[in-house]
Nanobody, 118 residues
């Protein structure tokens, strides 16, 4: 069994910062790409940022220059540092990971709410 557990969401004023964490646990052989996605009310889930096992990153245009994704491979944990937050960043944030037990499969966390007030 594999679990992804997110933490760090909350309520913040516009211009503020939050740091999200997502730890993978369970029977894990290795982890390939990890990422963060978000879903606002009545909108589709969208990619925020991804990071490979080697540290290469990719960001949505809407968060470039404000968000930073990183990971600690020893802890099976991915982070999302969010600065200069805007009300339009309000959403439920989900982490995902491509995890190998026997074969690679995609796993999702339960989501953490981020609310940015104006």
């Amino acid at each position: 069994q594999v679990q992804l557990v997110e933490s760090g969401g909350g309520l913040v004023q516009a211009g503020g910062s939050l740091r999200l964490s997502c730890a993978a646990s369970g029977s894990i052989f290795s982890i390939n790409d990890m990422g963060w996605y978000r879903q606002a009310p009545e909108k589709q889930r969208e990619l925020v940022a991804t990071i490979t096992s080697g540290g290469s990153t990719n960001y949505a245009d809407s968060v470039k220059g404000r968000f930073t994704i990183s990971r600690d491979n020893a802890k099976n944990t991915v982070y999302l540092q969010m600065n200069s937050l805007k009300p339009e960043d309000t959403a439920v944030y989900y982490c995902n990971a491509n995890i190998r037990r026997v074969a690679y499969s995609i796993y999702w966390g339960q989501g953490t709410q981020v609310t940015v007030s104006s």
